[in-house]
């Protein structure tokens, strides 16, 4: 053992008592994880005491004294220090601040400059930057969509079936890196489980797992795409869909509605691609009838144009209720299925799929590949098993119940606090579209409603920038109880009764 | 009560005794859950066999008796068959299968149809779908890169995580659709733990998430890639570069390298950017010194061009030992510095993140909105949990022991069955580039390999298409125990002799 130098007394005599440790945040007992507890609690103490390297730590009989907890628990936690690398033992005589744990952390030398280097003369992408959301505050009605919703998420049974997921054996399978392949268990899963609902049969060449919807639309708007090529999309219709295009430089071209969705004929005519929300138009919510439907294909052969079939919220559609997907029909082969799977268990999981001809699924898996290799194995798995243990089926049908009775709720208090109101719903939808009236303005309106604690979404977004329009709101019930429905639309009625008063 | 029909009798007495339940496959008694498992017998006895609607269901007893499980197994098993909607309880008579468990699912009618909608004339990305790695069979020893290695994953503590990322009040935070916003408790993880250990200081505003390092990279050559912009990229180097660049049309230029990794000076002179792997040079695994990187800047500086700095396996390196990140160093603004967490823990996670000025990164979150929204939030918060927690540098040192260990056994193997070949490593970098004798081909020692169950890479992929080079092959020891490199060596050198004489 190597003689102790003056400075090393020093270091020792300063930090062996543990007292400093007393000073820090309490332990929550509540928890009954306190060695990971313990461990923070000491990370943080090095920190804000600036205690040098080499500095003696306390025995694991100070730390117990000094934080009330076992012997054991603080062993336990310098254990795990020790094999952090935090701490380190020293031939017998105790544990020692180690130098790892000294990242020469300090703030805010990051670079900021714009002078320098002078960032926007470099991109060669023209894009808007600016988030367009609104911010979501405290609030006492929500009517945004897409926010998550705790009381429909199944949560015990998807813990279990990320539990299995994690067992060994099943790690094996999605734990490496799989470059451009999905999970063979979620595939089966579709296939005989989900896509028969629809009335769709796929093989495994016809489906690739995408990261939600909205990837699928990504990769057939470049794979399909270019300033040679003209692709109809609804007018009002999804928010990010010109943007996306622009992306690629195709051209875009609006494409007018009525209450059964897209309007057939001379508009689509030129066109190389149409993306069409059939299932519920968004935001109009329009269902497109079977009729139409077939019209639509027989157009599309005639006329040679792809068409993007996006499902969006179909699954809410009580069994049996909708009409067949576009690409379960005859003539369906130029149709491009793209769906979401997650939305409704939880948005933030981003799983969805696109079916459609192998070559297509083959060029977009390639394009896929490039953008990040695959979507995360562990969720395909854990969302395969979901589906393989039934669970998926019967959450759908609670949320569909559940969003059965928000929509009944919903109508029930637009017609009382909005007679006469101008507004659109399709039974199995989850959101609902009102005209706002003229000169009010959605964004004042949902400022007003704001400000009472009731959030809701401005319409702007969902028509072509140039178009202006601002006559729109989009109310939601995907994540509000139906309780609380009608108080809610009562106190939106009233920012309403405000902001025209004031015209 | 309705007069059942005799339609409805006879839909009784057929499917009423459980009998048709054990013609099933057995149940797996050793996993416990039983009721689970006939849940999925039952469900594919009603497929198998073709039940009509309405037939009445065998009793939980019935259930019992038939497949030899307690009554209250059957009864569990039943209520999941209600919630899903396959059975239903009808007046007190007993439960029938309704009609949701009947999609007429048939094989094979899905369209395969070329020559109707022709495809390829459609696509306007030229893209090339063949996969190119080699498929992974049962092997004796596999020394191929990035397939998941269970004995280093952390599993008990990720499933820790993993569960508290899952607790109510943590899925509020991730569940939701956060449109383009990243996990704030991984931003903060990265900031305190992560980035320091590089010697990076960054604020909020400085980090985008992304979906391992890939997507890093196709977000950078999207945003200042096209038709007027020069890349340079190392050669040999990552596989996917030039094709990831041929999407945006960049013009790529490849850079020549020497044992410091890429050479500077003319070269570079007149690109936009230049995509680096300083860290460890993918493939030939050569660290660039603190000297060329300081040099490097102020070329980029002087040249006006961006550094895209790719950390290819930097975490590796034992602690200290590694030149500073490139992002660190002074005149650093003009970096884009892209890392990738999950590598290491699991490839199939796929989590990283990119560094950068705060208005590269708006854009890029911009983009990465219309790609897909946002990386999957569970998988963020149990990482952030993981890292708070200290099981990530807990895990690092680990592994970094383990491929320390493995990488000595490599070397000393290697030295002993190829002696005198041309092979690179350096230190702390999980795979070794070796020349294949003039004549052999890396393909065909490959396959030679193979069939003694060795797999090894060829290395063609990492040099440019036209150059049609085959003479390098690329070791991993990311997945392979250091108890089975020797004898792994010695098969592939008998492998290598074989081909040898051959010629």
Same mark, same amino acid.
């Given at each position: ?196 609902? &629809? ?31 003209? #692709? ?104 491009? &299925? ?35 290799? &695959? ?100 109310? #939601? ?18 920012? &309403? ?7």
């Amino acid at each position: 053992m190597e003689p102790a130098t003056t400075e090393q007394r020093k270091l020792s005599r300063s930090w062996g008592s543990g007292r400093w440790l007393t000073q820090s945040e309490p332990l929550d007992r509540t928890i009954g994880n306190l060695h990971i507890q313990t461990v923070q609690i000491v990370l943080a103490a090095i920190k804000r005491q600036r205690i040098p390297e080499g500095a003696r730590m306390p025995s694991t009989r100070a730390i117990a004294e000094s934080l009330g907890i076992s012997r054991n628990t603080a062993k336990r936690a310098v254990e795990i220090l020790v094999e952090q690398g935090v701490l380190a033992s020293r031939n017998r005589s105790g544990t020692y601040l180690a130098s790892s744990a000294h990242p020469e952390f300090a703030e805010d030398t990051s670079d900021d400059s714009d002078d320098i280097v002078e960032w926007p003369r470099r991109f060669t992408l023209k894009l808007n930057s600016e988030s367009e959301l609104p911010t979501i505050r405290p609030t006492y009605a929500s009517f945004l969509y897409g926010q998550f919703d705790a009381s429909i998420f199944p949560i015990g049974r998807w813990r279990e079936c990320e539990r299995s997921a994690l067992s060994v054996s099943e790690i094996q399978n999605w734990g490496k890196d799989v470059v451009d392949e999905d999970d063979s268990l979620l595939i089966e899963q579709l296939r005989s489980e989900v896509l028969p609902r &629809h009335g769709i049969l796929a093989r495994p060449e016809n489906i690739l797992i995408t990261l939600g919807g909205q990837q699928g639309r990504y990769l057939v708007s470049q794979l399909f795409g270019g300033a040679e090529t003209i #692709s109809g999309i609804e007018h009002p219709g999804m928010p990010d869909m010109a943007k996306m295009l622009d992306l690629s430089r195709t051209r875009v071209r609006p494409l007018a509605l009525d209450e059964d969705g897209v309007i057939l004929g001379e508009q689509m005519r030129g066109c190389n691609t149409v993306f069409l929300t059939c299932g519920h138009q968004c935001p109009t919510t329009a269902v497109m009838s079977h009729e139409r439907r077939a019209a639509l294909l027989d157009q599309a052969h005639r006329d040679d144009f792809i068409v993007v079939e996006d499902t969006f919220e179909t699954e809410i559609f009580a069994e049996g209720k909708y009409p067949p997907a576009m690409k379960s029909l005859p003539g369906s082969e130029r149709v491009i &299925h793209i769906a979401s799977l997650s939305k409704l268990i939880a948005p933030g999981l981003r799983i969805g799929y696109v079916i459609a001809h192998p070559s297509v699924i083959a060029k977009m898996r390639a394009l896929r590949r490039l953008i990040h290799r &695959h979507p995360p194995g562990n969720n395909q798995r854990a969302l395969a098993i979901f589906i393989e243990r039934g669970y998926y089926r019967a959450f759908l049908r609670r949320a569909q119940a559940v969003m059965s009775e928000r929509q009944d709720a919903m109508a029930t208090a637009l017609r009382r606090h909005f007679p006469g109101a101008d507004w659109r719903h399709c039974d199995g939808a989850s959101t609902f579209w009102m005209k706002v009236p003229d000169g009010v303005g959605s964004r004042a309106l949902a400022a007003s409603a704001a400000a009472r604690g009731v959030l809701v979404e401005p319409g702007g977004r969902y028509f072509h920038k140039e178009d202006g329009r601002d006559d729109w709101v989009r109310l #939601s019930v995907s994540s509000i109880v139906a309780s609380r429905i009608e108080d809610g639309i009562r106190r939106f009625a009233e920012a &309403h009764r405000d902001c025209v008063s004031r015209l």
